[in-house]
């Protein structure tokens, strides 16, 4: 049984701060980690993705994998009021035709 | 839009009645998928759909029935559900890595 874990918060933090979210799964095979934003009432939106251990920026967000240690995070510089949403890990097997396994997701306020 | 169009965006039915679900998606993705999201769970996979071929179902009662007609339309049909079943109803699509979703179906069942 593939398991993405995820704090399902509400992680609170005030404008301006980091916003830290984390991620682990159990399934070492895995290749492919994705994070979505979901704003209540919406649909999810994918914000970034990252294959390979390490940073990947993209404007104000960073994901990191750390694949020895089975863990992928979400950074959010300068988090603004706007960020608040629900923000869903999903991880997969490989590039293409796998399904991902979604984590319950991680609830943020950014609060002003 | 997203560029997966999924209809009506809201359905309140009755225990006894049938309904369907629509998803369309023209970014020329050749894979379709259900998903249902309650309240507190994480998203659900329950159907996929690759090339209009049915090829996952996960453990779906079959009062939920799918139906691909061609690789850019997506039915979910609906009968004799349960007061359960109330959840948003997700339709995405994706070419290779990473979905792209649709607004979802918000379902109540009375």
């Known amino acids: 049984q593939k398991e ?87 991880v997969s097997s490989s590039g293409g035709s796998y399904i991902p396994t979604f984590g319950r997701g991680t609830s943020l306020i950014v609060h002003p | 839009e997203t560029g997966v169009t999924q209809t009506p965006r809201h359905l309140v039915m009755g225990m006894t009645n049938k309904k369907s679900l629509k998803c369309e998606q023209h970014l020329g993705h050749n894979a379709m998928y259900w998903y249902k999201q309650s309240a507190k769970k994480p998203l659900e996979l329950m159907f996929v759909y690759n090339f209009k071929e049915q090829t996952e179902n996960n453990s779906v009662p079959s009062r939920f029935s799918p139906e691909c007609p061609n690789s850019s339309h997506l039915f979910l049909h609906l009968h004799t559900l349960q007061p359960e079943d109330s959840a948003l109803y997700l339709c995405a699509s994706s070419h290779n890595d990473g979905y792209t979703f649709g607004s979802g179906t918000r379902l109540t069942v009375v």
């Open chain 1, 4 to 90: 993405v874990e995820q704090n399902s918060g509400p992680l609170s933090v005030p404008e301006g701060a980091i916003a830290s979210l984390n991620c682990t799964y159990s399934d070492r095979g895995s290749q492919s980690f994705f994070w979505y934003r979901q704003y209540s009432g919406k649909s999810p939106e994918l914000i970034m993705f990252i294959y390979s251990n390490g940073d990947k920026e993209d404007g104000r967000f960073t994901a990191q994998l750390n694949k020895a240690s089975q863990y992928v995070s979400l950074l959010i510089r300068d988090s603004q009021p706007s960020d608040s949403a629900t923000y869903l890990c999903a």
